[in-house]
Nanobody, 115 residues
Framework: QVHLVESGGGVVQAGGSLRLSCSAS????????MNWYRQPPGKQRELVAS???????NYPDSVKDRFTISRDNVRNRLFLQMNSLKPEDTAIYYC?????????WGRGTQVTVSG
């Protein structure tokens, strides 16, 4: 059974930083591409970072050069380093993996950026 647990969210002032973590179990973590999504209040969920099994990453323009995704394949953990945070980064952040055709999500962690 795939299980994802996010942590590290909180309240931070604009310009600050946070580091999110996602602990994964139930999959052979090292072979799977992994993703971070976010859902701002009243908006749809959107992809903010993805990383391949080999460590290549992609970001939308809205977070490029501010967010960095990384992974620890020994400890089965996914990270998202978020710098220069803006109020529009306020959202619930979710860890995601596609396994056997199904998408799996954690419960999310709230990030609030005060302006």
């Amino acid at each position: 059974q795939v299980h994802l647990v996010e942590s590290g969210g909180g309240v931070v002032q604009a310009g600050g930083s946070l580091r999110l973590s996602c602990s994964a179990s139930g999959i052979n973590f090292r072979i799977y591409p992994m993703n971070w999504y976010r859902q701002p209040p009243g908006k749809q969920r959107e992809l903010v970072a993805s990383i391949t099994s080999g460590g290549s990453s992609n970001y939308p323009d809205s977070v490029k050069d501010r967010f960095t995704i990384s992974r620890d394949n020994v400890r089965n953990r996914l990270f998202l380093q978020m710098n220069s945070l803006k109020p529009e980064d306020t959202a619930i952040y979710y860890c995601n993996v596609r396994h056997r055709g199904d998408g799996f999500w954690g419960r999310g962690t709230q990030v609030t950026v005060s302006g």
